[in-house]
T-cell receptor
Framework: SQELEQSPQSLIVQEGKNLTINCTSSKTLYGLYWYKQKYGEGLIFLMMLQKGGEEKSHEKITAKLDEKKQQSSLHITASQPSHAGIYLCGADIYGYALNFGKGTSLLVTP | KAGVTQTPRYLIKTRGQQVTLSCSPISGHRSVSWYQQTPGQGLQFLFEYFSETQRNKGNFPGRFSGRQFSNSRSEMNVSTLELGDSALYLC????????????????????FGPGTRLTVT
């Protein structure tokens, strides 16, 4: 199966600082998904990347997929307390389901 | 457009019992997937349904089963509950309109419900 490794496992940043979360795959990614999860709740869809070199942005969050389609990064600019949560990357498997990384826990301090 | 809904939100059962969880996808979505999330294993794929057919199943024992109805609503059932079945069960719906191919993209965003927190005592 496709293994996804996320780094770092956890992150504490001061409000206003930038941060980056990485997601690395053992195989070529055909579709890479980023989700945010509040503790104990469902997943909120952030972005989906499919093409090598693709970059998408939504508000202060930017996600990129490298040319080789084995690594993705999620960058948050000027972090806010509302960005706190667990960020998960997911890769498609079987063509209709997702395999997820372990997640990155983000805490934003005042 | 209403999002994915799951019922119940919380459930407490004892070992040996069985449980049924329900998921209503976004209107128009025909693909429903189920996932189990635990602190130790993270998010793991259980199974996926499309047009009332289970297309694939993750690596879970036969105690875990599911079904999908003609209106795309889906249920999952866990029989003979074990302590290790305590988890957050999430379902996701997608507008994927045709069968996926192995290694190909899911095709569209998967939207998740709020989950059902199952506690087995």
């Amino acid at each position: 199966s496709q293994e996804l490794e996320q780094s770092p496992q956890s992150l504490i940043v001061q409000e206003g600082k930038n941060l980056t979360i990485n997601c690395t795959s053992s195989k070529t990614l055909y579709g890479l998904y980023w989700y945010k999860q509040k503790y104990g709740e469902g997943l909120i869809f952030l972005m989906m990347l499919q093409k090598g070199g693709e970059e998408k942005s939504h508000e202060k969050i930017t996600a990129k997929l490298d040319e080789k389609k084995q690594q993705s990064s999620l960058h948050i600019t000027a972090s806010q307390p509302s960005h706190a949560g667990i960020y998960l990357c997911g890769a498609d498997i079987y063509g209709y389901a997702l395999n997820f990384g372990k997640g990155t826990s983000l805490l934003v301090t005042p | 457009k209403a999002g994915v809904t799951q019922t119940p939100r919380y459930l407490i059962k004892t070992r040996g019992q069985q449980v049924t969880l329900s998921c209503s996808p976004i209107s128009g979505h025909r693909s429903v997937s189920w996932y189990q999330q635990t602190p130790g294993q993270g998010l793991q794929f259980l199974f996926e349904y499309f047009s009332e057919t289970q297309r694939n199943k993750g690596n879970f024992p036969g105690r875990f089963s599911g079904r999908q109805f003609s209106n795309s609503r889906s249920e999952m059932n866990v029989s003979t509950l074990e302590l290790g079945d305590s988890a957050l069960y999430l379902c996701a719906s997608s507008s994927l309109t045709s069968g996926g191919t192995s290694g190909g993209p899911v095709g569209d965003e998967q939207y998740f419900g709020p989950g059902t927190r199952l506690t087995v005592t």
